[in-house]
Every structure is written in C-alpha cells, then in structure tokens.
T-cell receptor, first 115, second 112 residues
C-alpha cells in the first residue's frame, strides 16, 4: 500500500511570511496527526484528527497555526505569520482504524527553515 | 502531566559493542512502541509491546516491557553502523483518543 505522502519536502521562508504543508494519509486511515519535530528531539503533537473532526489541538499555537481536514482524507497545516522558532520538521502520520495499540505510519516530513 | 523519560539522550559507541536505551514513566501504558528515525525520514515502527514483562526480539534488538507497564528498554547486541539513528519510544493510552506520549529520543551513532 502507498505510504503517507507529504509536500513540500523543504521550504525556506522569511519570518512573518506564511507557509502551508499538505498531507495525504494511507487510504482508509481515519486518524491523522500533525507533529512538529525539532532536530534531534521527539515529535510534539500539534493536532489530531479523527475523520474530519479535531480530537486534540491543545498544543497547537492557534494564533498562528491552523489545520484542516475538510473531507476526512487529506489535510493542510498552515503557519501565518511564521516565526524563527517555527523552524522544524513537520511530520504527518496516520493510524489504521480499529488498531488498539496505536501504531503510527509517518510521512517523510516537511522541513521548514524560517530566516 | 504525563511524561516519558528516555535515556541516554546521545550515545556514540564502536561497532560490535552492546548498548541499552531506557524509557521510564510514572504512568501505566496500554502499550509501548519503539521507532527508529533516520535523517530526512519519518519514524518507522520497530516493535510494539503490550503485556507487562513481555520481551520481543528483532534480530540483534531486544525489547522489554516492564512488569508494571510503566517502563521499557531496548538492548542492541553487537551494534552495527546500520543501527545509527534516532530511537524513539512512545507510550499509548487506549482511550477514545488513542493518546501517544513520546520520549525525547536517543541519538545513536555506531562508529565503524
């Protein structure tokens, strides 16, 4: 089966500009996650979707970050305006439905550099 | 606040040596996963442990889940340069949200 697709792989912007990342999860996976990963650290959950509904967005900086999954399939994460500290890899992951142990399948990530 | 402490944060050893990575928490998990992440890629699942005291082996990698399901270890025997990467543990709570708590990661470098 095809894996989790993310784009773009790399993005360089200046602070105060905006950026959007796209994710297409594995077909049939109802749960989708966006994570922020600082180099060499563990992933930090930004938002979790179940189909097109938000399950957890408690750590999403809502003054500048937004995410949507309108049709319950692919998803977009937007940052506007970007700050220097937003430089990180943004990982999208999906989880197979009905899998109690919660294993995630990750995309390759989108690396953002804010100058 | 639920925390999963992973240690060591960084480990650099020679090829052929053994090593152990630990994940510890005060929380009881439904299961615990270990992932490996290589530069420029997303984490990839290595193993899931579910039962307290469970031991799983994946070639030279041995994973153990603590009896109380609060901690886990990853032991690598005769490490190889191909084992180099970022090792992440993630504890799962099986509730309606399937919450995952992530460790900070162990960056492992195996020198030839």
């Amino acid at each position: 089966e095809a894996g989790v697709a993310q784009s773009p792989r790399y993005k360089i912007i200046e602070k105060r500009q905006s950026v959007a990342f796209w994710c297409n999860p594995i077909s049939g996976h109802a749960t989708l996650y966006w994570y922020q990963q600082i180099l060499g650290q563990g992933p930090k959950l930004l938002i979790q979707f179940q189909n097109n509904g938000v399950v957890d967005d408690s750590q999403l900086p809502k003054d500048r970050f937004s995410a949507e999954r309108l049709k319950g399939v692919d998803s977009t994460l937007k940052i506007q305006p970007a700050k220097l500290e937003d430089s990180a890899v943004y990982l999208c992951a999906s989880r197979r439905p009905g899998l109690l142990t919660g294993e995630l399948f990750f995309g390759e990530g989108s690396r953002l550099t804010v100058l | 606040t639920q925390l999963l402490e992973q240690s060591p944060q960084f480990l650099s050893i020679q090829e052929g040596e053994n090593l152990t990575v630990y994940c510890n928490s005060s929380s009881v998990f439904s299961s615990l996963q270990w992932y490996r992440q290589e530069p420029g890629e997303g984490p990839v699942l290595l193993v899931t442990v579910v039962t307290g005291g469970e031991v799983k082996k994946l070639k030279r990698l041995t994973f153990q889940f603590g009896d109380a399901r609060k901690d886990s270890s990853l032991h690598i025997t005769a490490a190889q340069p191909g084992d180099t990467g970022l090792y992440l543990c993630a504890g799962a709570f099986v509730d309606s949200n399937y919450q995952l708590i992530w460790g900070a990661g162990t960056k492992l470098i195996i020198k030839p």
